[in-house]
């Protein structure tokens, strides 16, 4: 059962590239979803989906873009890289949003953009 | 809006010792309560989970329990291992569509 997972492990990107993380499921999952994480400040939510065709931006959206095209695979684009991008991405996916539902996390993805 | 406050890092302990890992909570209702662990170079794995009140949640020797009261979510476990070393995070949800991290705290067991 291969879970959430999410391409490329590593990237090196330059300032004003853009590229696509992409993230797959096999566990039908309705809702979707990607952090970031930074030093000291936990995982913020950048982008989420309760199911295929719908997105909404969560806490920090600004320079992403998502699309939810299947059940299975919610990509996450960069439109222009930004050195305040380098981070390390989590694509996770979950039953059902809020409430009680376990989330399930991918292995991540570590951005670098110079 | 709803956030997470956990102790700061990171926290260095040697074998056998006994761990509490500090989680506090500002929600406007009824959260779920979540420690997640992430071991190096892996994504975030639930550790365990309490869905309301005096629940307790427990998995692998951990424990933690939701106090309402308190609004804490304090991590233990009464002998920790090498193993154990990682990075904690507590974590709430309501029934929004959106999970709050606390900022993390690393452990480190020393042998």
């Known amino acids: 059962n291969a879970g959430v997972t999410q391409t490329p492990k590593f990237q090196v990107l330059k300032t004003g590239q853009s590229m696509t993380l992409q993230c797959a499921q096999d566990m039908n999952h309705e809702y979707m979803s990607w952090y970031r994480q930074d030093p000291g400040m936990g995982l913020r939510l950048i982008h989420y989906?309760?199911?295929?065709?719908?997105?909404d931006q969560g806490e920090v959206p600004n320079g992403y873009n998502v699309s939810r095209s299947t059940t299975e695979d919610f990509p996450l684009r960069l439109l222009s890289a930004a050195p305040s991008q380098t981070s390390v991405y989590f694509c996770?996916?979950?039953?059902?949003?809020?409430?009680?539902?376990?989330?399930?996390f991918g292995e991540g993805s570590w951005l670098t953009v110079v | 809006g709803d956030s997470v406050t956990q102790m700061e890092g990171p926290v260095t302990l040697s074998e056998e010792a006994f761990l509490t890992i500090n989680c506090t909570y500002t929600?406007?209702?009824?959260?779920?309560l979540f420690w997640y662990v992430q071991y190096p170079g892996e994504g975030l794995q639930l550790l365990l989970k309490?869905?309301?009140?005096?629940d307790k949640g427990s998995n692998k020797g951990f424990e933690a329990t939701y106090r309402k009261e308190t609004t804490s979510f304090h991590l233990e476990k009464g002998s920790v291992q090498v193993s154990d070393s990682a990075v904690y995070f507590c974590?709430?949800?309501?029934?929004?569509?959106?999970?709050?991290f606390g900022a993390g705290t690393r452990l480190t067991v020393k042998p």
């Open positions: 996770a996916s979950s039953y059902a949003a809020g409430g009680g539902n376990t989330i399930y």
């Open positions: 974590a709430l949800s309501d029934n929004n569509n959106d999970m709050r």
């Open positions: 989906s309760v199911g295929a065709g719908i997105t």
């Open positions: 309490a869905t309301k009140a005096d």
């Open positions: 929600a406007t209702g009824y959260p779920s």
